[in-house]
């Protein structure tokens, strides 16, 4: 992925992400990494005056460190064109994602925001109605879909070289939350209040993530769940743990589980997929290689430069030779810079968008009811 | 696990493992191994002829070659006290575990039996009883649990290090039904015809390997299950395929996964268990090594000799020391050598056993039932 | 690595890099990750008009797209110094890279450049005299000294937690040039031309960073080393592979090996360190992990976020917690970020600087004399 | 590797092994493993009392304890012709490999022997003509050339697959020795004693090992060696650790690398093949897998049955399936068994013999002369 084709960079303004918070830094340094966008403004806390005070410790000039997102939105609309953010990046708690992604659509700027979309279903429907209404690029930061080996992962399936899918099984495995961290950990206690969470806190936050690779990988769509959503620590008032069987449009069928009470573990989400001919496995921790695996052979595929034999679209996604490692805020990277070639008018770059957005808040209705009835099967709505 | 101590070996006679067999080798090997068994007769094949050929192949003296086990039973009983031999290794396919079971218990021989024990919960019943009746050993060969690191990771369950048990994953995935191999594979054949292999296939074949794995480690039964059985492949009889959600007496809950079906995968069976403080992780491919996972940091626990700090019980079950890595065929032998001195009078050696016989069938049939049922929870009865 | 304090960017003008380069797009990616650099200006090739064009490419402003070196260091030393660039980073091919650095320290700008510092140990003394005549801050990236575990490594054998160090094993195995590569590739061009690269060809390119790792996780000097250089390919003018044995200020003793015609590796740097009581194992391919390996058991460290027990220097170097991979941007950003600390006045950042120039220079002088005269031992000179 | 071929057991006399021994009890394993050979009696220790109470422990009969190697030989000749033992197998410390050995060949008996096969190559030279002279079976337990993925590794490089051979790098890391053990330490007593081990200590040892390893690998012969022997336990009379450059007849170049004070190792060796095309690596400590690197892909191939398409010569060297893993015990049971067909007239089994033998002492040979002489090349004789 050269730098060498400038694009102007896209002028963002974001909400949330100020001092103490985690996915925003993450958010500032892959809008960095490419050069395709810049931080120009933004509306870094709920709290006016840490706001402004996040804004001038990451450098924004200190007219443009407002207080509140509405204040940023009236500000920048005054803007001349040619000075005025482009787009707003939500990275919020949960609950602020639907009305701080309507404000701004309404104002006329484009959207990117954390996932997951919005606190629910409904919620999401919403959004995507006012994103038609408003003609705006809407991106969502599924990260995990900006990793060229999971790129190469989709590949492989649609060229058939795995034959016609058959099981798919993924995992989110975390420990952070085996104990009461809510009590005083700012990032555990917003994620473990359906308030600002929405209904479910592990499915919600990483199992998701888990639904979005599996659809993605496979291209095809979950339509029926079995879901058993637990939680390990007493007081605790959301899933910290959860499992599911479910069954693809594509006739295939798998285990989906995620947890944030396995400690020891760290941020391990992985994907198997297997076919009448082959399967693949994919972690994120390792992310640089797929293993691939032939009732004939095994083979790994290192991420790499134009040089190896990857897919022209996984190859694509790839800044550095082969063996030199690309990780976490590379995959986030590239969704930025995805994001910002559809502002500059490529509209064949992919970022995951309001589709993404309805299916992963369907995944989580349908997961919640299900536990709550007892693991029945639930069809996932679409949206 | 010196091979100082000398045991006089115990005479063994075999019933199936003829030339085609697959797991009749492995036996021979694993009761070779230690010099704590000693192969004097066999029944090797249901096809007389056969039987006898192939016992002059394996180098049984002619007059020890016999056409069937009864012949085996009774020519047996009449030799001295001191050439006789003193237990039946049964390897034949499942549906003729039980009879030569009771046959050899009440001709007054003690008895091991590959796995599964029968062919259902009643069988395992009445076997049970005929073991009380005979009061005779008897071992079921449950290869996984002779590994040094599944006897370790035992022992860090039950000595607190990883808390309170929370979650269980288990998988067993192969690849080699992938294809309509029964028509042309002896071993394929009979382990998905029903008539011969039980009422379930990938279930009963590799599943309760991976159940009676999650007792042993744990220290705990598996009480409800939820299973869902698939068959992948057109006019096969028996499943080849399943998930299951269970719950555990120690009120922790897991998943397992069991499939034949998966291309690409050779044996791949894998457990982790996390528990409020930590976790651990063994896979059968790479038996040597159990990676433990705290909070606070992670590490590779290898088999090994006398010097390395492993439980005591765990490094009991060593040959060669760390570096020098063991396989399937040495905790296969483990069991041979551990059910031989039962028989030499060391009540404290561990075989897996009728208790674990009871239990296997007890799930399959749980499995089976909660398959049938809409993948209804199902508990498994207590043999 | 939180990006929360604010530095004033530093303004960056490179020389090299332009449209066919290789290390000039990682120089971008790096100096932007972390928003403490910004790239306002360029003479980004040898070839004016290609100079300017990649200039636009790569999104400078026309005026500040320049077509050569010179040109750039009048124009801006004529701009407002608070327009001005401040340092001057230098991806040219090795022998330019003398030339252009005396010429930005004489015109009162800071350095940055790539490795080898130059060609020669005499141009290295030089370089040397004329930082220190300048009193200007001069950075060397040398790349793997950014990771975190790399400075986790050192932390261990300086913390004294491995004993006495005894042995080091180095080795640094590339393919890429396992053909006569260097006949249609412009980086292989150069990379095999003396009097463009220097006297050594894959020492001089890998082999210095096996030789700066060594130095800089064990804190310790290399004085002696017996080489033996070779050429594979027929008609390469340098060589492409090389052993060395050597000897460390503290006693220890240990083997080098470079190679850049093993076909079939990527990028395998890889250093392991024992001492007395343990040994460290790093591989520049799986960066984020760090082996541990005492003679009563085995870690597994990870690179990670403020959590995690890594040491204080190590931890500030992530910039997203445990199981969030990091990778080579991210190592190569981090000398950025650090030099860009040193320009804002913290001077305990560190940079690989004008110490390593001489070092590395030091160490190429010596394993190339070594090497002509029959794999003489051959001291290393301080500078 | 079946077991259906009946082979009628070769009987074993074994010297050396009693009680306290670590190779004896890995022999004793070997042997049985596969019922082609059979221990009928043995002299296990130079302490008269010690040999037969050893014998006892071992299940020997009584007359067939030996006190003395002498009293074995001239008791078992003695005995009828198809009770007699055929074969001596010699696990003594290595000062007694010759003198058994050539009481062994006069007696008419066929000898299997620990390596390294004598103390120098004198005794090599003399080893060579008494077995020529007696027109007997010669073995030499290298335990590592019975993996069958190092013979899989030899069929890649004779079939051609990774084009003209250039680097070799051979590495065995131990860290067994890093104290001063000998002090309490039988095993590490005798061996890092000259008059019971030879010249080199851990060269010796496992040197050796490396050294056949690379010969056995690539087919070729090593022809000139560089090596730097060192000892870093004070008062250690041999070398524990060394280096070595190393010239192939194939016109490939190396290094190897040999250590027993690199505290926290196991048993680690390892070997990389590199030609023109690709590479290999395979690690003894994960013996089921051998990795193969080609520009443009990677393959693991794994250790399998007859399904897999591994080379015939590898295949026919396992005994479990794909999955099942295989360890140290197998490989050297796959010489015991070659040993047993060797004598039962099949002369394609592969056992290394007298050449290797030769070759083992001249390698040691060189590299003492070059260590002693700064380093010097030396040539290695060819026996």
Known sequence: MSDSVFLEPVRIGMVGGGADA???????????????????CGALSSDTAKAKRSGLDFGLSPERAYGSYQE????????????????????????????????????????ISDKPATLNFEEAQTLAAAVKA?????????????????????H?????????????YVEYTQGWLSGALEQDNKQAAWRTDPSRSGPSGCMGDIGTHAHSLVE??????????????????????????????????????????????CAGEENQLRIRVYGEKGGLDWS???PN??????????????????????????????RTPAGHPEGYLEAFGTLYINFARRLRGDQTAFVPGISEALRGMAFIQSVVASSEQNNAWKEIQNG
Chains 1, 2, 3, 4 share one sequence.
């Not at 985690?22 to 810049?38: K, N, S, Y």
């Open 22 to 40: 985690f996915i925003g830094a993450v958010h500032r340094h892959a809008l960095r990494l490419d050069g395709a966008c810049e931080l120009v």
């Open 72 to 111: 940023m939105l009236t500000a920048e609309s005054a803007l001349p064109p040619e000075q005025r953010m482009e787009a707003v990046a939500i990275v919020t708690p949960n609950h602020l994602h639907l009305p701080v992604a309507l404000a701004a659509l309404e104002a006329g700027f484009h959207v």
């Open 134 to 154: 408003a003609g705006k690029e809407y991106g969502l930061t599924h990260t995990y879909l900006g990793y060229p080996m999971v790129r190469e992962a989709r």
């Open 156 to 168: 492989l399936v649609q060229s058939g070289a795995l034959g016609t899918i058959r099981k798919i």
């Open 216 to 261: 993605y990988v496979t291209a095809s769509r979950m339509t029926d769940i079995r879901a058993w959503l637990q939680t390990h620590i007493v007081g605790r008032q959301l899933d910290d743990d959860g499992m599911c069987f479910f069954k693809l449009e594509n006739g295939s069928t798998g285990a989906l589980t995620a947890s944030q009470v």
């Open 284 to 286: 994120q921790e390792e």
């Open 289 to 318: 290689t797929l293993m691939v695996k032939y009732a004939d052979g095994r083979q790994m595929r290192h991420r790499a430069g134009s040089n190896m034999p990857l897919s022209a679209d996984a190859a694509s996604m790839c």
